[in-house]
Structure formats: C-alpha cells, structure tokens
C-alpha cells in the first residue's frame, strides 16, 4: 500500500517537475524529489488541518446549542 502511495506522489511530481525542467536534463530527479516533498507536505497539511477544522465546527455546534 505504501508502494502505491509513494508511486502515486512521484508520478504526480514527474508531471509537474516536467512543466519546468525537460525530463531529459540531469536535475530531472531533484526537481521531481522536491515537488515530490512538497506534495506530502500539503497532503499533511491538509490532512492537520482537516482534522482541526472538523473539530471546531463539532465544537461550534455544541456551543450554539448550549
């Protein structure tokens, strides 16, 4: 499952690395591995902030019914 996920991510650096630098170049791999890192770190961030965005609107609504 792990494998899918990190194939996912790379396959969607792959994609947006190659709207800046050729696919053929030598730096191909380290542009790919930084979009690569921050796609996980926004899918992190969505993910915290999900969490934290629900937990709020559960706790409006206890506030506005009290």
Do not use: C, E
């Not at 696919?23 to 690569?36: I, N, R, S, T």
């Not at 961030?45 to 009290?66: I, P, T």
């Amino acid at each position: 499952m792990l494998d899918r996920f990190v194939q996912s991510v790379l396959n969607l650096a792959a994609v947006v690395a190659g709207w800046f630098v050729p696919p053929g170049a030598h730096k191909f791999g380290l542009v790919q591995m930084g979009v690569a890192l921050l796609v996980v770190t926004a899918l992190i961030a969505l993910v915290a902030f999900w969490r934290h965005a629900r937990s709020r609107r559960k706790h409006a609504g206890d506030d506005a019914s009290g």
